[in-house]
């Protein structure tokens, strides 16, 4: 009897004992959760913290470039003559022909920089970009046959064409190395990490082709491709201007919906479908809606190279690679280059302007070369 009482005590402390290990787990579990919840908290607070800054940036930066030109004026006067302040020359000058270009080089360069990460995802690779899968190329050789074959066939050789047309047929060769790219990637046929592959073919391609119609030009003319090719913010008009940030914002909305998709194909296309994701369809339409962003964007304004490439790398190192932040960091950050870009074009040897084209070019190459020898030590 006194044997059957004391294992009856004994089961009871054990389970007791146990009964308590497993509260104090449990609430170790617990307050390990809310550390991890509160961290991730401070680093989405910080997130937002710095995309604040670099809206702030932005407009500091659009400032100095509605202040800088051929008529001296500083950024508090540029923004007083803004909002209709100050002398009538001083207005007319920033509203008339500061302004469009500042907001040129605020929506394609977002819209390049969204298209640029956008594309880094779905194609799984970091050197994917407008200027790394053929699309500017396109564009390239879209606007010479407008400028040498179009505009002596349709409106004769004496007679040169509106740039609206020529932006019209860049955007069609754009499009058409969409088309290209988006059938390897829809078709299977290549693996993503290979569409830089196609995009390196399709530049040849289009630059053989340019070269062909080039050499049967006359001088005048390939004048005006080689002004084409440098890229400038300040041809498009008001009309083309809105065009480009219909698009942009159009396919924004379509990118920023999707952002827990591109999370997921961060860590490949098998882990992405296993969580849900439909991984086909979200390439394609990825690839779709980025590639017409860029042909939007790029038609108008030549060949500014790189911007889809330095940004979102830049707001990586900002943000880190969620795409709830990584998105509106590299629209940002790709305004902020292109505004500097064209602050610097203008400012280096002013009066004279340099082509955008070349600014954005050398700081994305060694961009380039870094990620590419960072490849070859992995």
Same mark, same amino acid.
């Given at each position: 009897?006194?044997?059957?009482l004391?294992?009856?005590?004994?089961?009871?402390? =054990?389970? +007791?004992s146990?009964s308590?290990?497993?509260a104090s787990a449990?609430?170790a579990? $617990?307050r390990?959760?809310?550390?991890?919840? !509160?961290?991730?908290?401070?680093? *989405?607070?910080? /997130?937002?913290?710095?995309v604040?800054?670099? =809206? &702030?940036?932005?407009?500091?930066v659009?400032?100095?470039?509605?202040?800088?030109?051929?008529?001296d004026?500083n950024?508090?006067?540029?923004?007083?003559a803004l909002?209709?302040?100050g002398?009538?020359?001083?207005v007319m %000058?920033?509203?008339?022909i500061r302004l469009p270009?500042?907001l040129?080089?605020? =929506?394609?360069? &977002?819209g390049?920089?969204?298209?640029g990460a956008?594309l880094?995802?779905?194609? *799984?690779n970091p050197l994917a970009?407008a200027? %790394?899968?053929?699309?500017?190329?396109?564009a390239?050789?879209g606007? %010479?046959?407008a400028?040498?074959v179009v505009a002596?066939?349709?409106?004769?050789?004496? %007679?040169g064409?509106?740039?609206g047309?020529?932006?019209l047929?860049a955007? +069609?060769?754009?499009?058409?190395s969409s088309a290209v790219v #988006?059938?390897f990637?829809?078709l299977?046929?290549?693996?993503p990490e290979s569409?830089?592959?196609?995009?390196v &073919?399709?530049?040849?391609?289009w630059?053989?082709a340019s070269t062909i119609i080039?050499?049967f030009?006359?001088?005048l003319a390939l004048t005006?491709?080689?002004?084409w090719?440098?890229?400038?913010?300040g041809r498009a008009?008001?009309s083309?201007?809105?065009?480009?940030a219909?698009v942009?914002?159009?396919?924004?909305?379509?990118?920023f919906?999707?952002?827990w998709n591109?999370?997921a194909?961060?860590n490949?296309?098998?882990?992405a479908?296993?969580?849900? =994701? /439909?991984v086909v369809?979200?390439?394609v339409l990825g690839?779709v &809606?980025s590639t017409?962003m860029?042909? $939007?964007m790029?038609?108008?304004v030549? #060949?500014?190279n790189f911007?889809g #490439?330095?940004?979102? !790398?830049?707001?990586?190192?900002?943000?880190g /690679?969620?795409y709830?932040f990584?998105l509106?960091?590299? @629209?940002v @950050?790709?305004?902020?280059i292109m505004?500097?870009?064209?602050?610097?074009?203008?400012?280096?040897i002013?009066p004279?302007?340099?082509?955008?084209?070349?600014?954005?070019?050398f700081?994305? $190459?060694?961009?380039?070369l870094?990620l590419?020898?960072?490849g070859c030590?992995?």
């Open positions: 009897m006194i044997r059957s004391m294992a009856a005590e004994g089961d009871a402390g =054990v389970s +007791a146990a308590a290990s497993a449990s609430a579990s $617990a390990g959760s809310g550390r991890a919840a !509160h961290a991730q908290a401070r680093i *989405e607070r910080r /997130n937002w913290l710095v604040a800054v670099l =809206v &702030a940036v932005c407009v500091a659009s400032l100095c470039a509605l202040a800088s030109g051929a008529s004026m950024p508090l006067a540029s923004a007083q909002l209709g302040i002398s009538a020359q001083d %000058t920033v509203r008339s270009r500042v040129c080089a605020i =929506v394609s360069g &977002a390049l920089a969204l298209a956008v880094q995802s779905v194609l *799984e970009s200027s %790394t899968v053929g699309i500017s190329q396109g390239a050789f606007a %010479t046959l400028l040498l002596p066939v349709v409106a004769g050789a004496s %007679t064409i509106g740039m047309a020529v932006a047929f955007f +069609a060769g754009a499009l058409a #988006l059938l990637s829809r299977g046929s290549s693996s569409i830089v592959l196609v995009g &073919a399709l530049s040849a391609l630059a053989g080039q050499y030009s006359d001088d005006k491709v080689i002004f090719q440098f890229g400038d913010l008009t008001w083309q201007i809105g065009f480009m219909l942009g914002a159009a396919c924004a909305l379509y990118f919906a999707n952002r591109y999370n194909l961060q490949g296309g098998q882990v479908g296993g969580l849900g =994701v /439909n369809r979200c390439r690839v &809606a017409v860029a042909a $939007a790029v038609s108008f030549g #060949l500014v911007i #490439l330095i940004a979102p !790398h830049i707001a990586r190192r900002l943000v /690679n969620d709830r990584l509106p960091a590299s @629209l @950050l790709g305004s902020i505004l500097a870009s064209d602050l610097a074009a203008r400012m280096v002013s004279v302007v340099l082509p955008i084209g070349a600014i954005t070019s700081l994305g $190459a060694p961009l380039f870094y590419l020898y960072k030590k992995r």
